[in-house]
């Protein structure tokens, strides 16, 4: 079982608004990854990080933001929430060592703007 | 751009029947190919990969045929159960550079085992 974790799982919030959605993990990872998970559960790559104090945007551009301050944690911010925001919202992270180390994701946010 | 498709987008079998979930890829630095299973309510978890330079990977029930001239890999479950009904990703990756680590997914294919 992965200790990967993501706070909250539902979330319903007003247009304007800003929100940031919390990743954490206790494997010591050095890669963690944020996907966005359309309704018809295709999953993009939004932003991801090999370390500490390092962050890029995914294949998929996204308006939200990230930092990585802490090994353990790795926020994802959206200053100002619009309906077309409305996704699940995946955190994965994975060892440094080799390609074949599997992602291991968290339950994930399910995010709804109005 | 899809770099991954995956097919069908639902798939429905038997009990005790063979279920088959199909990739196809596009970027031939792809050189990682998992697939991932989800329950409802669940982040994807590590199913099975397969690396290319073998053409088949089994694990249990679970089949991984790749055909790298075709560019096409899928997923074969044997004897499927109905513990087995969950959305099933395939994915790929590439070594190097900026690329590495990162998984392309499938459109995601829905199972569903009949008892």
């Known amino acids: 079982e992965a200790d990967i974790y993501q706070t909250p799982r539902y979330l319903v919030i007003g247009t304007g608004k800003k929100i940031t959605l919390e990743c954490s993990q206790t494997?010591?990872?050095?890669?963690m990854y944020w996907y966005q998970q359309d309704p018809g559960m295709e999953l993009h790559l939004i932003h991801y990080?090999?370390?500490?104090?390092?962050?890029e945007k995914g294949d998929l551009s996204s308006e939200s933001t990230v930092s990585r301050i802490r090994t353990e944690h790795f926020p994802l911010t959206l200053e100002s929430a619009r309906p077309s925001h409305t996704s699940q919202y995946l955190c994965?992270?994975?060892?440094?060592?080799?390609?074949?180390?599997?992602?291991?994701f968290g339950n994930g946010t399910r995010l709804t703007v109005t | 751009q899809q770099q991954v498709k995956q097919s069908p987008q639902s798939l429905i079998v038997q009990k005790g029947g063979i279920s088959i979930i199909n990739c196809a890829y596009e970027?031939?630095?792809?050189?990682?190919f998992p697939w991932y299973q989800q329950f409802p309510g669940k982040g994807p978890a590590l199913l099975i990969a397969?690396?290319?330079?073998?053409s088949e990977k089994k694990e249990g029930r679970f089949t991984i045929s790749f055909n790298k001239s075709a560019k096409q890999f899928s997923l074969h479950i044997m004897d499927s159960q109905p513990g087995d009904s969950a959305t099933y990703f395939c994915?790929?990756?590439?070594?190097?550079?900026?690329?590495?680590?990162?998984?392309?997914f499938g459109q995601g294919t829905i199972l569903t085992v009949h008892p």
């Open positions: 397969i690396r290319p330079d073998v």
């Open positions: 994915a790929a990756s590439k070594a190097g550079g900026t690329s590495y680590g990162k998984l392309t």
């Open positions: 990080s090999y370390g500490v104090n390092s962050t």
């Open positions: 494997m010591g990872h050095d890669k």
């Open positions: 994965a992270s994975r060892n440094q060592q080799g390609l074949g180390s599997p992602l291991h």
């Open positions: 970027n031939t630095a792809f050189d990682y």
